[in-house]
């Protein structure tokens, strides 16, 4: 999933202020789960902010209203509607999310309301950690399932550096060592041979070094 | 249209930590919502609760280990103080949002609660977001 988390509010208020109707679309997908941009944040957001321009006496109307996913048109379309009786569209979908509204919607006002941060999972209730940086080459067999690309503070690929202590990252000790996951998966799996083999440095050709990047697949193109 | 001077207060409570008295509200208006258990406390109604004219949020549950479903205390406290942060984001001072473990047979110690409450609205003053005094 796509992790973010809502901007400051003073940072939605300085948005949205040039704007009479102000509608906020939430994403019921990734953001959703990371509680930055589902249903329930949208109204609670709403209702902040509604309390807000009440102070500054300035009066915006905030229309509600969230669709499963903004990156995908077949979702974007349910929105149309909602859009049309709008000026500004506060998003709390991903930056994905943001620009396919924009796509879309191409004269209108489409503004981020959370920062996207990472690719990631829900480690445990209320905490969500990065695992993937979308390199474009991915090494995960090599590792035992653990990305050093991603986990790893220095981006080791021929770890451990030397510096882990009890299973913890000399950078930063509230971060797991992802080198002292990757000897404890491959010992597990039997694959400690894995290590024996230098792995040169990376091509960062696939990654978002090499510019922006697209997918195409030909079979599903008429 | 005439305009009140009373405070208004909203009191959240889930059904063991509070009873209503004769005298409990004296000096203010008040709405009271009953919940089934304190984890049905949302931030978006805290809010929402200001958004309906109130000029302090008053939440109260059962002690952390006395909740019947187990951690509903506990939950609505970081809710209340999540909302807290957002109402003092929006210049609106999360004093005016407060969360107390009570039992609902203490009418003593829930009467002090609310009584402080009024007096502490006299400092903090009326919600910033409705200008009915102004
Ligand atoms: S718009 Fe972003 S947050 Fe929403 S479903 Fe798509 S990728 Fe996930
Ligand atoms: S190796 Fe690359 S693609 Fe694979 S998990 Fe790590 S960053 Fe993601």
Redesign the pocket.
């Known amino acids: 999933m796509i992790t973010a988390s809502q901007k400051p509010i003073d940072e939605i208020v300085d948005l949205i202020k040039p704007y009479q109707k102000v509608l906020v679309l939430g994403c019921g997908t990734c953001v959703k789960t990371c509680f930055a941009g589902g249903e329930d944040e949208v109204a609670v957001l709403a209702s902040a902010l509604r309390l807000k321009f009440k102070q500054l006496a300035q009066n915006i109307k905030f229309e509600e209203f969230t669709i499963e996913r903004q990156c995908e048109n077949e979702f974007i379309q349910e929105a149309a509607i909602a859009i049309g009786r709008n000026d500004a569209i506060l998003s709390l979908a991903c930056g994905a999310g943001v620009q396919a509204m924009a796509k879309r919607f191409e004269k209108d006002v489409v503004l981020p309301g959370v920062n996207t941060t990472f690719?990631g999972i829900r480690e445990s209730p209320g905490v969500f950690t990065e695992?993937?940086?979308?390199?474009?080459?991915?090494?995960?067999a090599t590792?035992g399932g653990v990305?050093?690309?991603?986990r790893c503070s220095k981006k080791l690929l021929n770890g451990p550096c030397g510096g882990s202590r009890n299973g913890l990252c000399e950078i930063d000790p509230d971060t797991e060592c992802a080198w002292h996951k990757i000897i404890e998966r491959l010992t597990a799996l039997g694959q400690m041979d894995n290590l024996k083999t230098y792995i040169p440095p990376k091509n960062w050709d696939t990654?978002l070094s090499g510019g922006p990047r697209k997918l195409i697949r030909e079979d599903h193109i008429i | 249209m005439k305009i009140s001077n009373t405070p208004k207060l909203t009191l959240f409570h889930c059904l063991n930590s509070f009873k209503e008295t004769a005298s409990m509200f004296d000096g203010c208006e008040a709405r009271t919502v009953k919940m089934a258990c304190s984890s049905m406390t949302k931030d978006v109604h805290l809010l929402r609760a200001f958004e309906s004219g109130a000029d302090a949020v008053l939440v109260l549950v059962c002690s952390d280990k006395g909740c019947r479903f187990a951690e509903g205390s506990i939950r609505a406290k970081k809710r209340v103080e999540y909302v807290k942060t957002i109402l003092d984001d929006i210049g609106m001072d999360g004093r005016r949002l407060n969360i107390f473990n009570t039992a609902a047979k203490d009418e003593g110690s829930i009467t002090n609660i609310i009584q402080d409450t009024i007096v502490q609205l006299e400092t903090l003053g009326p919600n910033p977001a409705l200008n009915r005094r102004n």
């Open positions: 690719i695992e993937c940086s979308g390199c474009g080459n991915c090494g995960l590792f990305c050093p690309v991603t990654s």
